[in-house]
């Protein structure tokens, strides 16, 4: 991938519904090559797809809960995984290094929707040890597109201590020996 195609990566990531020819002309590139570099980031799965992003409250869905899950055993993981895709209200989970095993995003409507969900759905799923939840108060951080540059580039960045001050990569200019 070059600077050219996380050009066009970024531009979609911002703006999902810009058109080729408009894409083109933010990138400079013809409409031609720009396609061309569209599908070919398609192809490689750099681009899995194109979606809207809605407002879980407004579609009834105000209620959100950051489940921990524990598993009594590796075994099932497998098992486990392919339940939670069948359940609805789990729009995301992701799978950890030691303890707890999993971390799963669930939407309901309501703190008794969520309960009536717990009950009946997730202390059942297979191979569940054990389930903390913890109620989100509020989005700080929106889902936000993935950084437009190289990640390896991210070596020379500064970073922000305790204190809000910014130091310099150990080496660089203000770094203290």
């Given at each position: ?30 409409v ?9 980031l ?19 869905y ?83 597109p ?22 310099a ?9």
């Amino acid at each position: 991938m070059d600077s050219m195609d996380r050009k066009i990566v970024a531009a979609l990531q911002s703006e999902g519904r810009i058109t080729l020819t408009e894409l083109a002309d933010k990138v400079r590139l013809s409409v031609s090559r720009c396609q061309r570099r569209v599908r070919d980031l398609e192809a490689a799965g750099i681009i899995r797809g194109y979606r809207a992003v809605v407002d879980a409250a407004a579609l009834g869905y105000g209620f959100e809960v950051l489940l921990f899950a524990t598993l009594s055993r590796p075994d099932v993981v497998t098992e486990f995984d392919a339940a939670l895709a069948e359940i609805p209200e789990v729009i995301e989970a992701q799978r950890l290094f030691g303890e707890p095993d999993y971390l799963i995003r669930v939407v309901s409507a309501d703190l008794p929707s969520y309960q009536k969900l717990y009950e009946s759905v997730l202390i059942h799923l297979p191979g569940v040890r054990g389930l903390t939840s913890t109620i989100v108060m509020k989005q700080t951080v929106h889902p936000r597109p993935l950084p437009g540059r190289d990640p390896r580039d991210m070596m020379g960045r500064p970073s922000a201590t305790r204190n809000g001050n910014v130091d310099a990569v150990a080496g660089g200019e203000g770094a203290s020996a």
